[in-house]
């Protein structure tokens, strides 16, 4: 199983951070899972608030993340890419990871990666925190990013770390 070995940090207060969620539209079952299980870890940590923005595909996450990022100290990605017969799979895989990544180190604004990027539709279900899946990847994502932002803002505040 991929999430074998992940860390299980317990939620923290994030109530002061203002959190937007930016959500794919496509494969819509998938998708509300994992728009289900960030929101989870949202409540779990306290986040008051937050934005959540649909857009058509995992394509248009890294635009919409880059817009909003100037005005939140985290930002999840929520989006699913499954492999078809063309090479369609690894430009839009490419194209969202490398956007999302520039969009985080270029605002230095966390972005919880929640994108699964699958062979088939039924590895997209055990990783999207649905009733009877294996894995919660929205859940993940959202703590990430939230973990990471409360981090970034005590190094900012040069709080220490310790």
Not at 10 to 33: F, K, Y
Not at 72 to 99: K, S
């Given at each position: 199983?991929?999430?074998?070995?992940?860390?299980?940090?317990?939620?923290?207060?994030?109530?002061?951070?203002?959190?937007?969620?930016?959500?794919?539209s496509w494969h819509t079952e998938v998708m509300d899972g994992l728009l289900a299980g960030a929101q989870r870890a949202l409540a779990d940590h306290k986040v008051?608030?937050?934005?959540?923005?649909?857009?058509?595909?995992?394509?248009?996450?890294?635009?919409?993340?880059?817009?909003?990022?100037?005005?939140?100290?985290?930002?999840?990605?929520?989006?699913v890419v499954i492999r078809g017969g063309t090479p369609h799979f690894e430009y839009v895989c490419n194209a969202a990871t490398d956007g999302l990544t520039r969009?985080?180190?270029?605002?230095?604004?966390?972005?919880?990666?929640?994108?699964?990027?699958?062979?088939?539709?039924?590895?997209?279900?055990?990783?999207?925190?649905?009733?009877?899946?294996?894995?919660?990847?929205?859940?993940?994502?959202?703590?990430?990013?939230?973990?990471?932002?409360?981090?970034?803002?005590?190094?900012?505040?040069?709080?220490?770390?310790?």
């Amino acid at each position: 199983m991929a999430g074998h070995g992940a860390p299980t940090p317990e939620p923290t207060d994030c109530h002061d951070l203002r959190v937007a969620v930016v959500a794919a539209s496509w494969h819509t079952e998938v998708m509300d899972g994992l728009l289900a299980g960030a929101q989870r870890a949202l409540a779990d940590h306290k986040v008051e608030a937050p934005v959540v923005v649909r857009v058509p595909g995992t394509f248009e996450l890294p635009v919409m993340a880059a817009a909003l990022a100037p005005s939140y100290d985290a930002i999840i990605a929520l989006g699913v890419v499954i492999r078809g017969g063309t090479p369609h799979f690894e430009y839009v895989c490419n194209a969202a990871t490398d956007g999302l990544t520039r969009v985080s180190i270029d605002a230095q604004t966390p972005v919880g990666f929640g994108v699964l990027t699958c062979d088939d539709e039924q590895q997209a279900l055990d990783r999207a925190g649905l009733e009877g899946s294996k894995e919660d990847k929205g859940y993940e994502a959202a703590s990430a990013a939230l973990l990471t932002a409360a981090t970034l803002k005590k190094v900012r505040r040069r709080d220490g770390l310790g």
